[in-house]
């Protein structure tokens, strides 16, 4: 199992576990995170999955295909380390990965 961490705007923390090959945007969806919306199912379609990945991780990720690049453009407050959680396949390296949800997802 891999551990992923959603840490809210008040900074409360949420330990989820998935499986290597599943993305952070279905645990967050299977579990009930509130901030991811997931619209577009985990598509590449929208923008409302969209989580900053914390400074030490940011590195630890492939770098976004150019779908994902565009579809963050429609992003609430994108920041350098903002991504959409449907594009991160979790992998026993990212064990532990730190995702910050957005006040919004729009």
């Known amino acids: 199992m891999v551990k992923v961490i959603f840490v ?6 949420r330990e989820l ?3 290597p090959g599943q993305t952070a945007m279905e ?29 030490e991780w940011a590195d630890k ?21 903002s991504r959409l959680s449907c594009q991160i396949k979790l ?3 990212l064990d532990g990965l730190v995702l910050e949800l957005p006040a919004s997802q729009g």
Do not use: W
């Open 8 to 13: 809210n705007t008040k900074g409360e923390k």
């Open 17 to 19: 576990e998935g499986q």
């Open 61 to 81: 990720l492939p770098k976004p295909e150019p779908m994902e690049s565009d579809m963050l453009d429609f992003a609430v407050d994108p920041r350098p380390t």
């Open 91 to 93: 992998s026993d390296e």
């Open 27 to 55: 645990i967050a969806r299977n579990a009930g995170v509130e901030e991811i919306y997931a619209e577009c199912g985990g598509a590449c379609a929208c923008a409302t999955c969209h989580v900053y990945v914390a400074k």
